[in-house]
RNA sequence: UGGGUUAUGGUGUAACGGUAGCACUACAGAUUUUGAUUCUGUCUGUCUAGGUUCGAAUCCUGGUAACCCAACCA
């Protein structure tokens, strides 16, 4: 009885494919243009081109789609190399569409030759005149008619720098008269002179993406050339140049983009996130980013499944964020190492255990007893969370209030009965007495509680920055709001906690390890923190029933 | 009075002419030394109007809606 999960389009593709016998195995790419940082919805592209190949025993090439010399850097390359890396993907080769310059200068030169391309004098708004509009077809450009000789000396004279830039482009002949804006006459070079982060100042013109990515594609003999459904109307020009070249006819498929609720995905408004400070960083744990989510705490792993999850089709999505807080709790909840924290104390003294002592308590360090326990100090004199001390208990509260019990964690049971306030009217400290023979693990006072709650002993409590992240925006679709998505900014997406109180196991706290904060979520730590200051980021929150019970009435 | 793509619960995704399924969310309950986890259950769906068929989410025809295309960006 094995259950079949179904396939998606594109699996049924491959699969129909590799039973035809049109290819032995299957070669896929992910191709990013090193501009900008990887975020979430790139991941759904490199979990569907890595897992591909993994699935039907192929290859995954990583191509930097490097065409445009002065948006590209190096710094870009390293990051995405870091977060490809990170997710647990590893490419067969690292390419780079500049290393096809030459041979995608050869491909111009054949298609001048076939009287295919031509140089075009015209500047940029003349041609964008003649080029139509959706509803009404382009005109001929002036220069179309050229000789094959001329063209050629004429895109020599490009290449070897007599022009400066804008002067002159490179255009493909088509049909000025097509209903795909892209097959009229599209420009195939321009020139350019700008450094480029390989290539350095060898070239000063350089081709177009639909001029390079087919063609390297082809280079690369990858057979399913997988991209974004925006990408549907170059498909067309993607096959042409295939066929007019005579090269081996790589496959262009789409599928739709990822979106999510609560953030947006577009680089352009990533960037005036970050240049506009509503964010510190691209690795802002804020961020949808690749490394916003790792510093965040998220894991690989609950990504990768996020992924699978989602599906590939090809209709328009806006997945829940709760979906992929979903797949990480999944995780950290089998991972995470279980630690005490208060983040908003109030003292709790127990009144009938002896001062100035205290004892080492053994506590669980996770719901699976391989991960062991740990030493735990406890005395007199506790912090606990402000939020578990109710003046006058609402119905249904399980937690302190006068005259009501119960458990510490991994300790005793206490009893709350008198509170302190100070002179704003704020509680204090809460007054209990405990009962020694409900000591966990050997409970034999017969006493049963509905509520128990975490705490960190006073005297041996350390202390660390906590960063309580909230999601970046307050509506779920700020791109399709009235007005600017910068508007729905949530203003209380971070709220810092200079001082919580954390207990001792913290201090050693590497930034890989992964912890569930108990009763107030899970947390990393950042790699803000210094040895004098650790600092502490909230990864996600635990569900919470109490809320709901508040928000009830 | 252009072309292209897509329409299945609140969200995402299956069903390939034959029982509308799965996951998330929401809600209710059980268990719980985390109001977490776990477990059980409930609600909600085939864009629309016709047609073909014993039978239609699926095929046909006509509507409607959303998204994409007029960078020397990718």
């Known amino acids: 009885m094995s259950e079949e999960k ?13 039973a035809a016998g049109k290819h032995q195995s299957i070669i896929t790419r992910f191709p990013p243009e090193p501009n900008g940082y990887l975020h979430i919805g790139h991941s759904k592209s490199i979990c569907l081109n890595f897992g591909l190949a993994k699935k039907y025993g192929g290859t995954t090439n990583l191509r930097f789609d490097d065409t445009n010399p002065v948006t590209e850097d190096t710094e870009y390359v390293d990051s995405i190399k870091e977060d490809i890396k990170w997710l647990g993907f590893e490419w067969s080769n690292e390419f780079y569409a500049s290393d096809y310059f030459d041979s995608l200068l050869e491909f111009a030169v054949q298609l001048i030759q076939k009287g295919l391309a031509y140089v075009d004098d015209s500047s940029s708004e003349e041609i964008a005149q003649l080029k139509g509009t959706p509803t009404e077809s382009g005109k001929d450009s002036p220069f179309r008619n050229r000789t094959v000789e001329e063209n050629m000396a004429l895109f020599m004279a490009m290449k070897e720098g007599k022009y400066k830039d804008g002067e002159k482009v490179l255009r493909a002949k088509i049909d000025m008269t097509s209903s795909n804006m892209l097959m009229r006459d599209p420009i195939i070079y321009r020139i350019k002179h700008a450094h480029h982060h390989r290539t350095g100042n060898k070239w000063c013109i350089y081709p177009m993406y639909d001029f390079a990515h087919g063609q390297s594609d082809s280079i690369e003999k990858i057979t399913h050339s997988i991209c974004t459904l925006e990408f549907i109307p170059h498909r067309e020009l993607y096959n042409w140049f295939i066929e007019k070249l005579e090269i081996y006819p790589s496959h262009q498929y789409e599928f739709a983009r990822l979106n999510m609720t609560y953030t947006v995905m577009s680089k352009r408004k990533l960037l005036q996130l970050v240049n506009e400070g509503h964010v510190t960083s691209w690795d802002d744990p804020r961020m949808p980013t690749i490394s916003g989510f790792r510093r965040k705490g998220y894991t690989p792993n609950s990504i990768r ?5 989602i599906g590939v089709a090809k209709r328009e999505n806006l997945i829940d964020l709760s ?3 979903f797949c990480l709790r999944e995780d950290l909840n089998t991972t995470a190492k279980r630690v005490m ?9 127990i009144t009938n255990y002896p001062a100035n002592t205290s004892e080492i308590l053994q506590s669980e360090n996770g719901p699976d007893e391989t991960m062991g326990n740990r030493d735990l ?17 609402a119905k249904k509260w399980f937690r302190l209030a006068p005259g009501a019990m119960v458990r510490l964690k991994s300790a005793y049971i206490v009893r709350c009965d008198s509170f302190e306030k100070d002179a704003a009217g704020k509680i204090s400290a809460v007054y209990c007495t405990y009962f020694p023979e409900s000591k966990s693990g050997s409970d034999n006072s017969g006493l049963s509680v509905k509520g128990t709650i975490h705490w960190v002993s006073v005297a041996h409590a350390a202390t660390a920055e906590v960063r309580l992240y909230d999601r970046l925006f307050r509506v779920e679709n700020p791109s399709s709001e009235e007005g600017d998505f910068k508007d729905y900014i949530n203003p209380h997406s971070l709220e810092i906690i200079p001082n919580a109180y954390i207990e001792q196991s913290l201090l050693s706290a590497d930034l890989n390890d992964r912890f569930q904060f108990i009763r107030k979520g899970y947390f990393c730590l950042d790699k803000d923190s210094t040895k004098d200051r650790l600092i502490f980021n909230r990864t996600a929150t635990l569900k919470d029933a109490w809320v709901k019970e508040v928000k009830k009435g």
């Open 6 to 18: 179904s396939l998606h389009f594109i699996e049924e593709i491959i699969e129909g494919d590799l």
């Open 305 to 309: 499944n996020f992924c699978d999850k």
């Open 377 to 393: 100090h406890f005395s007199n004199e506790l912090w606990i969370e402000r939020e578990d001390f109710m003046e006058e208990a």
């Open 341 to 349: 924290a208060v983040l908003d104390p109030i003292k709790l003294i």
């Open 323 to 325: 979906l992929l807080e």
